[in-house]
């Protein structure tokens, strides 16, 4: 069966975006492999799907499959995709949208000057619920990783688990040889996303992330909320973060106690119909 989709992109982060509340279709994990392939499909970070909402306090239900076929939790810089599409598509009229997500609620606002803020919730710390093999919270780690040696990072779920490491320069970073080994290492049993974050000063941060099942991206909206949640917790940010990653910028606040919130930019690309 042949639905149409919308090619997107948040700061070079690309996705497609399908809604199955107006269409019928079933997702199969080695299809999505398929159309991801850049050179023989569609090519994509990750598929998004729009469904309708399983509990009648939000607007819609939101699923997000990486490139691998696997389904994850939250991905931010979709969720700025999925709120643009549903508003282009005529799914909703409404600027603020309540979806529901694998790991809960998430609220999203589109502004006038096409702007797209995130409510992403409160970062989880506890290494159980991140999850990380780990007897208790710690703004920093130091572990032994085979094939690297001793490794510091932050730990922090943000609907999905993110370690974060401090370097002197993303550049240089060696985001291709530590990122998936740390992606799949003994202490995250579910494997976890991998942020490289250079500190500017403290509002502004540069960020390069390898995320799991995907490899590095362009951007990373939960990866960029992780980043600012663990700089702050180990002393270098304030509240009122620039993240400067290689697609573009996105602003993160948060208050060292409730909610994160994200600000960036949604953009389609095109539109076209695809046998799921």
């Known amino acids: ?99 529901e997500t694998a790991n809960g609620i998430i609220e999203l606002h589109l502004t006038s000057d096409g702007q797209v803020v995130v409510d992403m919730g409160q970062p989880i710390l506890t290494p159980a619920d991140i999850p990380m093999l780990a007897e208790q919270f710690m703004p920093e780690y130091h572990r032994h990783v085979p094939g690297i ?20 320069d993303v550049d240089s970073a060696p985001v291709h040889e530590w990122g998936p080994i740390i992606e799949s290492c003994e202490y995250f049993p579910n494997r976890v996303n991998v942020g490289f974050m250079q500190v500017v000063n403290s509002h502004a941060i540069r960020l390069r992330v390898f995320e799991r099942g995907s490899g590095e991206t362009l951007a990373c909206g939960t990866g ?19 993240v400067s990653l290689p697609g573009g910028q996105l602003n993160i606040d948060w208050d060292g106690k409730s909610s994160v919130r994200m600000t960036g930019p949604a953009v389609t690309v095109y539109d076209g119909r695809v046998n799921l």
């Open 1 to 99: 069966m042949r639905v149409k989709f919308s090619k997107m992109q948040g700061l070079g982060n690309d996705f497609v975006v399908i809604d199955l509340v107006t269409q019928t279709g079933r997702i199969r994990p080695e299809r999505v492999r398929e159309l991801s392939d850049r050179h023989f499909g569609i090519g994509f970070d990750q598929m998004l799907i729009v469904e309708r909402p399983t509990r009648p306090d939000v607007d819609f239900r939101y699923r997000i499959y990486n490139a691998d076929g696997s389904e994850v939790e939250n991905c931010g810089n979709g969720a700025r995709c999925f709120a643009r599409f549903v508003n282009e598509q005529m799914l909703t009229g409404k600027r603020d949208i309540r979806v």
């Open 149 to 168: 040696g001793d490794v510091r990072f932050g730990a922090v779920s943000m609907g999905n688990p993110h370690a974060v490491i401090r370097v002197n």
């Open 224 to 242: 960029a909320c992780a980043a600012v949640v663990s700089g702050q917790l180990r002393g270098w940010l304030e509240p009122g973060v620039t």
